[in-house]
């Protein structure tokens, strides 16, 4: 078998397509959706994140607007900043891009931001609202991932889902939105015995986890679907400093029946999920 690939270039564009009509439509009722970006520090995979979200608002007809400061900068800059997005109106919605250097407390930094506009949904009311299944802001990158089932008629009633990676962002909301679905969930990480055994029984396989092509093929159940969240810079031999997932493309195509690529599947959603945040987010104000 080789897999059909679950294509998040192609997803987002007809997604985003969408957005610029909802966009113009705010706008015509006098609410241009607006999101404000935060950069701290000069991490360079950081830098191409935030760039790829400032052109996707401008290609959906979303204002946006980036404040960078300098690796060292005092946290309460940066708090002060927050604070006055909050407060303006042509904002709804603030993105602070993590990883933020050490001397900052990154939950304080995230839960300065005002609920209403935590389009990334990290705040704790959201992940609260997210666990009762409450509307909420969807965090970016599962809600990506979700979609790709949704397009390719995916169901998950039933099904056995595996997630490999714990962490806020990504494995958790990930295992909730799952089980929300219908599936039943299990949750690896690193202290998890026999991995393999587990991934095996996995009907939905999601890797987010952090580690080049850990998951290889004979860990993949025939006929599973696989999403591969892992965004990995290769360090040695012909493809360095190609990007990879946590998936083994090459073996576990052949295994899978469904697969996302990496680059091109679960990082283009990530974006396209946090323009539907924003606009979702200006479509509350618009209608306040
Ligand atoms: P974290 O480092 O926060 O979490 C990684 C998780 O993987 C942890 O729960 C960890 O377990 C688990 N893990 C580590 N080693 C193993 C192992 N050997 N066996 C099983 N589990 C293991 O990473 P993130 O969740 O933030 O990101 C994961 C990946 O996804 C990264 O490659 C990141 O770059 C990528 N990413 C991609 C995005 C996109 O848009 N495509 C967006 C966000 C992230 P434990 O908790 O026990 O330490």
């Keep these: 078998m080789t897999a059909q690939l679950l294509d998040g270039v192609a997803l987002g ?6 957005f610029k009509l909802k966009a113009e439509e705010l706008a015509a009722q006098g609410v ?36 960078t400061y300098a690796p060292d900068v005092a946290p309460q800059v940066v708090f002060d900043k927050i604070a006055e997005l909050n407060a303006d109106p042509k904002i709804h919605g603030i993105l602070v891009q993590l990883p933020l250097p050490g001397h900052f407390d990154a939950d304080a930094v995230l839960e300065a931001i005002a609920p209403a506009k935590d389009v990334d949904g990290f705040r704790a009311e959201n992940v609260g609202a997210l666990m009762q299944g409450q509307p909420c802001f969807i965090p970016c990158t599962p809600y990506g991932a979700m979609k790709f089932f949704e ?40 202290q998890t015995r026999d991995l393999k055994a587990h991934c095996l029984r996995a009907d939905i396989l999601v890797a987010a986890i952090g580690k080049a092509k850990m998951i290889t093929g004979d860990m993949i159940k025939p006929g599973a679907v696989v999403i591969d969240v892992g965004i990995n810079r290769i360090q040695e031999g012909p493809d360095a400093g190609k990007l990879c997932g946590d998936v083994d493309f090459e073996s576990a195509r052949e295994v899978a029946s469904f697969i996302t690529p990496v680059p091109g599947g679960v990082g283009p959603m990530t974006i396209t999920m946090l323009l539907a945040n924003t606009l979702e987010s200006a479509e509350r104000a618009a209608s306040a």
Excluded: F, W
């Design 151 to 190: 397009e390719a008629g995916i169901s998950l009633k039933g099904k056995e889902a595996v997630v490999v990676g714990r962490s806020n962002i990504v494995g958790k909301p990930m295992a909730m939105l799952l089980m929300h679905a219908g599936a039943t969930v299990t949750v690896c990480h690193s």
């Design 32 to 67: 241009r959706p607006g999101l404000a970006v935060i950069l701290v520090g000069e991490d360079a995979a950081s830098q191409v994140y935030v760039r790829n979200k400032v052109n996707a608002c401008a290609q959906a007809g979303i204002h946006s607007e980036k404040y």
């Design 13 to 18: 564009q007809k997604l985003r397509a969408g």
